[in-house]
C-alpha cells in the first residue's frame, strides 16, 4: 500500500475478508457500547431509554406532548369554590364533587371525548360547611361490583359528617343513598375504595387531632356504615392521605405530627375496621432538615414494585418530599428510601420549594403530576401556578428531577388555563384508571370551581441509556453508544457546546432537569459524557 492509498490523518486500516482488499476508514469512538433489542424503530444517532425488559426504544417513540381540554365552569358563585375532589369511574367517564360559599356539596358527572369533557348539570347533596378544611368535600368511585357508584363525603355547616352513594347515566348524574352517619366535630374527611373488601374506607379527623374510620358497603341501593374506629390519636394537620395497598389488602393511613411523617395499616375484612398502632416513618427535620412543618401528604401505591410512595409538602421553605415505604398485614412499615427533589449543578439556583395545592400519581406512566406555586429561584414573570411531573424510576425508589409539562403555563404568553387561584385543600389532580389523562378540579380567577381535563407531558427522557450507533428494525438487535464513546449521527451541533436530552428525545442546549448527553466536537459528532 503506498502513495494515495495511506488514506488520512486519524483514519485506521480494515480487512476487507478473504476476498476483499482492506481499506482505510475513520476510527470509531474510544468508549463502550452494548448490545440491546428495539422495541421500535430506532434511527442512528437517537437517544435511547433502557426498559425494565432490558429492551431499549428510542425516546421519541414513547414521548407524548402535552394537550389541554377546555375549563368547565361547574357553577357560579358570590365569592369562590372551596374544597372538591376530581376523579373517574372509567377512562371516559369523569366526576368532581365540592362545596362552596352557598354552603352546599355537589357533585357532577361528564363524559371525556378527546381532551374535553362534557358536564352534566351539578346535583346538589346537601349543606355543607362555609370554609377551610371543615367543608372536606371528598369523593373516590367505586370497582368491580361498585363501578358504576362513587362515594362522597363531606362536613355540614354543623361540622356533622355525611356520605351520599352516587351514580351516573351518561352526563346525568344521580343520588342513590345519603345519611349523616360519620361522626361530629369534623376538621377533615377522606374516602377510598378498597376493592378486595368491596367497600369504601372512609376518615374523620375530629377537632382533638383524632381519625376515626368507617366501613362504608354498599347493597342494592342502600349503604351500611360500621361502627367509627379510632385509627390515629394526633393527626396534628389537617390535611392526611389515605392509601391501598393490594399485595397485603390492606388500607393505609398517612399523616403529619409536626415533622414527622406517621403511617397506619387498616385492615377493612371485618364488619369494622381494626387497625395497629401508630408507626413514626420519618422526621423531616432530623432526617432531611427541614425548617418548616410540612402541610400537605399523599399516598400512591406503585403496583410495579408492590410499594407505597407518600408524597408531601410544606410550603415555599421546603422542597416536596418522598418516602417509599412498605407496609405489612402486622401493622408494620419497612422505610425503603427517604428523599426530596435536590437542584443537581449547575441546577443549584432553583432549590425546588415550593408550595404543593394537590398531586396524584399515574401508575400507567409512573409519573406523578403536582399543581404547585413557583420553585425558589423560578425567573420573575411566571405565572403562580404552573404543573410539573416527576418520573419514576424503574426500581420505584427515585423521583426525577421536576419536569414542567411543556406549555402549562411556562410564562407570560404561555397557554392559559383560566387562571388557577389556591386550593390548598383540595384534592384536585386525578388520573385516568389505565390510561395517561389527568383532571384537575380548581378555582378560577372568577373564583368559580371549573374543571377540565389535559394530557400530561409524558417522556422517557430521565432514562436515558445512550445513542443508537447504527439504525435497528424493531425486534432486533443493535449497538448503543454510552460514557466516552463518540456518535457521528448528530446535525447542525455547536461545536464546544453541551447537550442535553429534550422532552421529545432530541438533544438541545437548555438544561430542563433531564440527563446531560455530552459535547459536541464538530457539527455532526458528538462526545457522550454521559449515559
Known amino acids: 500500500i503506498g502513495g494515495a492509498t495511506y488514506g488520512t490523518s486519524g483514519q485506521v486500516l480494515t480487512s476487507g475478508g478473504s476476498s476483499a482488499a482492506p481499506s482505510w476508514v475513520d476510527a470509531a469512538g474510544g468508549g463502550a457500547t452494548y ?27 414513547d414521548y407524548t406532548a402535552q394537550a389541554l381540554g377546555t375549563p368547565v365552569t361547574l357553577n357560579t358563585v358570590t365569592n369562590h369554590a372551596q374544597t372538591g375532589q376530581s376523579f373517574w369511574f372509567s377512562n371516559t367517564q369523569a366526576g368532581v364533587a365540592w362545596s ?128 367509627n374506629v379510632d385509627v390515629d390519636g394526633n393527626l396534628q394537620e389537617p390535611f392526611f392521605a389515605l392509601g391501598y395497598d393490594p399485595d397485603i389488602d390492606r388500607a393505609l393511613m398517612f399523616g403529619l405530627d409536626g415533622y414527622i411523617v406517621t403511617g397506619v395499616v387498616i385492615n377493612m375484612s371485618g364488619s369494622d375496621p381494626s387497625t395497629g398502632s401508630t408507626v413514626e416513618l420519618a422526621n423531616l427535620s432530623n432526617l432531611l432538615g427541614f425548617t418548616q412543618q410540612p402541610e400537605v401528604v399523599y399516598a400512591f401505591y406503585d403496583t410495579v414494585n408492590d410499594h407505597t410512595i407518600v408524597f408531601g409538602a410544606g410550603g415555599s421553605s421546603n422542597p416536596p418530599f418522598y418516602l417509599i415505604v412498605k407496609a405489612a398485614t402486622n401493622g408494620t412499615f419497612t422505610l425503603k428510601k427517604i428523599s426530596h427533589f435536590q ?49 419514576l424510576s424503574l426500581d420505584g ?59 400530561p407531558t409524558i417522556t422517557q427522557g430521565h432514562n436515558y441509556s445512550g445513542i443508537a450507533s447504527e439504525n435497528i428494525s424493531q425486534g432486533s438487535s443493535g449497538k448503543i453508544q454510552i460514557l466516552g464513546n463518540v456518535n457521528e449521527n448528530q446535525s447542525s451541533l455547536t461545536i464546544g457546546s453541551n447537550y442535553f436530552v429534550q422532552l421529545n428525545g432530541t438533544v438541545g442546549t437548555t438544561d430542563i432537569g433531564l440527563p446531560l448527553v455530552g459535547k459536541a466536537v464538530s457539527a455532526t459528532k458528538m462526545m457522550i459524557k454521559n449515559s
Open 35 to 61: 448490545t440491546a433489542t428495539a422495541d421500535g424503530a430506532v434511527t442512528a444517532g437517537d437517544l435511547v431509554h433502557l426498559k425494565s425488559t432490558g429492551n431499549i426504544n428510542a425516546i421519541d417513540n
Open 100 to 227: 362552596d360559599d352557598s354552603d352546599k356539596v355537589y357533585y357532577v358527572t361528564g363524559t371525556l371525548s378527546g381532551n374535553n369533557v362534557t358536564f352534566g348539570t351539578k346535583l346538589e347533596l346537601g349543606n355543607a360547611a362555609d370554609s377551610g378544611y371543615h367543608g372536606c368535600a371528598q369523593a373516590a368511585a367505586g370497582e368491580g361490583s361498585d363501578a358504576a357508584y362513587a362515594m362522597v363525603v363531606w362536613a355540614d355547616n354543623g361540622d356533622n359528617g355525611h356520605y351520599s352513594l352516587v351514580t351516573y347515566s351518561g352526563t346525568t348524574a344521580s343520588l342513590v343513598a345519603g345519611n349523616n352517619d360519620l361522626g361530629a366535630n369534623i376538621a377533615n374527611l377522606r374516602v377510598i375504595y378498597c376493592p378486595d373488601d368491596n367497600c369504601w374506607l372512609a376518615v374523620r379527623r375530629g377537632a382533638n387531632e383524632k381519625g376515626y374510620a368507617y366501613k362504608l358497603t354498599r347493597s342494592g341501593s342502600s349503604v351500611t356504615v360500621s361502627n
Open 343 to 391: 437542584p443537581e449543578e449547575p441546577r443549584a439556583s432553583n432549590t425546588f420549594c415550593t408550595s404543593v395545592k394537590s398531586a396524584c400519581y399515574n401508575d400507567n406512566t409512573r409519573t406523578v403530576t403536582f399543581y404547585h406555586g413557583q420553585f425558589n429561584g423560578d425567573q420573575s414573570g411566571l405565572y403562580y401556578y404552573r404543573v410539573h411531573e416527576s418520573y
Open 397 to 455: 425508589l427515585t423521583l426525577s428531577t421536576p419536569i414542567l409539562s411543556d406549555g402549562f403555563r411556562q410564562d407570560s404568553t404561555g397557554q392559559n388555563i383560566n387562571n388557577p387561584q389556591l386550593i390548598d385543600a383540595y384534592n384536585g389532580l386525578a388520573p385516568q384508571p389505565s390510561s395517561s389523562k389527568v383532571l384537575l378540579y380548581y378555582r378560577g380567577t372568577d373564583n368559580n370551581p371549573t374543571a377540565f381535563a389535559f394530557q
